[in-house]
T-cell receptor
Framework: NAGVTQTPKFQVLKTGQSMTLQCAQD?????MSWYRQDPGMGLRLIHY???????DQGEVPNGYNVSRSTTEDFPLRLLSAAPSQTSVYFC?????????????FGNGTRLTVT | AQSVTQLGSHVSVSEGALVLLRCNYS??????LFWYVQYPNQGLQLLLK??????LVKGINGFEAEFKKSETSFHLTKPSAHMSDAAEYFC?????????????FGTGTRLLVSP
């Protein structure tokens, strides 16, 4: 059981480039989300989805796009990378939509924008 | 909206000593509270969670946390630290403001364990 799989593990971009961070889960979870982790700031929610075809913004959505065409996949797109987007990105999923369901996290993508 | 405050960005203990990581939350509704652990170069793993019922919650690896409503706290403890406990620990509260889960994390506490 793979759980939540993120690719790539590492990425270096130049300012203005675009890219897609991939996230896939094999647990048939309805809820998926993207967080970014920055030193001293914990994890901040970027976008989330409660099912295929449904997405919404989190706390820090600017500069990122998402889509959810299948239950399994939830890619995160950086439209025009900026140095402020240098961060570690985590995808997470959970079965339930109630507040007591713990999140399952991928191992992260470390992104550097120069 | 809910929020979480973790006191101390770094906590250092000796192996065998008591571990105490502090977490205070704010919430206008009964909260769901979580502790996650992050080992180097890995994602977060659930340690324990409080939803309803017993206020003392036991988790994996010998950790436990007590929900104290009067103090709005959910501190994480372990009686005896092990070298393998060195990691970053995050407290989180579930934000039910929109009707479903949006987890709000604290800024994390890095636990250092010395021999």
């Amino acid at each position: 059981n793979a759980g939540v799989t993120q690719t790539p593990k590492f990425q270096v971009l130049k300012t203005g480039q675009s890219m897609t961070l991939q996230c896939a889960q094999d647990m048939n979870h309805e809820y998926m989300s993207w967080y970014r982790q920055d030193p001293g700031m914990g994890l901040r929610l970027i976008h989330y989805s409660v099912g295929a075809g449904i997405t919404d913004q989190g706390e820090v959505p600017n500069g990122y796009n998402v889509s959810r065409s299948t239950t399994e996949d939830f890619p995160l797109r950086l439209l025009s990378a900026a140095p402020s987007q240098t961060s570690v990105y985590f995808c997470a999923s959970t079965m339930g939509l109630s507040g007591d369901s713990p999140l399952h996290f991928g191992n992260g993508t470390r992104l550097t924008v120069t | 909206a809910q929020s979480v405050t973790q006191l101390g960005s770094h906590v250092s203990v000796s192996e065998g000593a008591l571990v105490l990581l502090r977490c205070n939350y704010s919430s206008s509704v009964p909260p769901y509270l979580f502790w996650y652990v992050q080992y180097p170069n890995q994602g977060l793993q659930l340690l324990l969670k409080y939803t309803t019922g017993a206020t003392l919650v036991k988790g994996i690896n010998g950790f436990e946390a007590e929900f104290k409503k009067s103090e709005t706290s959910f501190h994480l403890t372990k009686p005896s630290a092990h070298m393998s406990d060195a990691a970053e620990y995050f407290c989180a509260v579930s934000d039910m403001g929109t009707g479903f889960q949006k987890l709000v994390f604290g800024t994390g506490t890095r636990l250092l364990v010395s021999p």
